[in-house]
T-cell receptor
Framework: GDSVTQTEGQVTVSESKSLIINCTYS????????LFWYVRYPGEGLQLLLK?????QKGSSRGFEATYNKEATSFHLQKASVQESDSAVYYC?????????????FGSGTRLLVSP | EAAVTQSPRNKVTVTGGNVTLSCRQT?????MYWYRQDTGHGLRLIHY???????QIGDVPDGYKATRTTQEDFFLLLELASPSQTSLYFC???????????FGAGTRLSVL
């Protein structure tokens, strides 16, 4: 079936250091998956951080980047220099495209703690 | 800005209790979803709806009912709550032709 794997449950990074959160996916029933990163700040719901709908493309937002790597089936999230305000839970997800993409499959989430 | 409001934000009930979680969206979105979030698991889809009066079964529907009374309002019902339903519940909406979800802030439910 379709699945998303985030191997790290929690990541701790010092402020101004670089970050990578790993995400791999398997899309057996979705032919052309769209890939997403959502973020959940404390006390809030999930919100879209970035999405990429075409393999080989890179998405970016708020200093975060992720590249849709179809060969490696990966969509890792990176940031060159994290800030304390980036502390949150990050979810990788995949979906079909357009109106047929009702089903969104989420990873288990990675909690990012940024230490001052 | 899309708006999805969930109530209550926190709820405690006892085993066998009756609970209703509410969700209202003011985005004029057709699609609404109920997810549960548990440690070590991604968000898991309970039920979803294409519009008022429509209900579709998700991936983990057992023990849950849902009802979409209007385009804006989607309710999740636990008629005989069990401790296994202790979780963080999210409601989300999505517009026709788009696959970005807009989430509420969540309802934390504890079943004792």
């Amino acid at each position: 079936g379709d699945s998303v794997t985030q191997t790290e449950g929690q990541v701790t990074v010092s402020e101004s250091k670089s970050l990578i959160i790993n995400c791999t996916y398997s899309a057996t029933s979705i032919g052309y998956p769209n890939l997403f990163w959502y973020v959940r700040y404390p006390g809030e719901g999930l919100q879209l951080l970035l999405k990429v709908i075409t393999a080989g493309q890179k998405g970016s937002s708020r200093g975060f980047e992720a590249t849709y790597n179809k060969e490696a089936t990966s969509f890792h999230l990176q940031k060159a220099s994290v800030q304390e305000s980036d502390s949150a839970v990050y979810y990788c997800a995949l979906s079909g495209s357009g109106t047929g993409g009702y089903k969104v499959v989420f990873g288990s989430g990675t909690r990012l703690l940024v230490s001052p | 800005e899309a708006a999805v409001t969930q109530s209550p934000r926190n709820k405690v009930t006892v085993t066998g209790g009756n609970v209703t979680l509410s969700c209202r969206q003011t985005n004029s979105h057709n699609y609404m979803y109920w997810y549960r979030q548990d440690t070590g698991h991604g968000l898991r889809l309970i039920h979803y709806s294409y519009g008022a009066g429509n209900l579709q079964i998700g991936d983990v529907p057992d023990g849950y009912k849902a009802t979409r009374t209007t385009q804006e309002d989607f309710f999740l019902l636990l008629e005989l709550a069990s401790p296994s339903q202790t979780s963080l519940y999210f409601c989300a909406s999505r517009g026709q032709g788009w696959n970005t979800l807009y989430f509420g802030a969540g309802t934390r439910l504890s079943v004792l």
